[in-house]
């Protein structure tokens, strides 16, 4: 064999070792144990807490407890404030009008 194959061969050998031997890095997902915060910035009983309640029925068997919060006030702004000073782990979700968003 020439010198540039039996390199070749080497580093395919050296990779599928390494592969082999190296720790996984799994991305854990928050389990069932962890509950979602959904934030809907408006009083409770409008269409947009209806819209919220029904995602959260809809995905308790995937992502486990989703509470809702309704934070009314300021033309929805008390509600965009919360989420976005929440903590950065992912479990708080704003669920807003394009109002709240387009103007503020």
């Known amino acids: ?5 039996h390199r070749r ?5 050296a990779t599928a070792a390494a592969a082999c031997v190296s720790p996984l ?9 962890a509950t979602i915060r959904l ?3 408006y009083a409770p009983g409008g269409p947009l ?3 919220a309640r029904l995602l959260a ?3 308790r068997d995937s992502l486990g407890t989703v509470v809702i919060d309704n934070k009314a ?3 929805g702004n008390i509600g965009a404030d919360a989420v976005a000073k929440a903590a950065p782990d992912g479990l ?7 109002a709240t968003h387009a103007v503020n």
């Not at 064999?1 to 194959?5: L, V």
Request: hydrophobic share 50%; net charge negative.
């Open 57 to 59: 029925e809809r995905v």
């Open 39 to 41: 934030i809907v910035p």
């Open 92 to 98: 708080t979700i704003g669920l807003a009008a394009t």
């Open 73 to 75: 006030g300021a033309g």
């Open 49 to 51: 807490d209806a819209t």
């Open 9 to 13: 061969h080497f580093l395919l050998s």
């Open 1 to 5: 064999m020439a010198p540039m194959t």
């Open 25 to 33: 890095a799994l991305a854990q997902a928050p389990g069932h144990d």
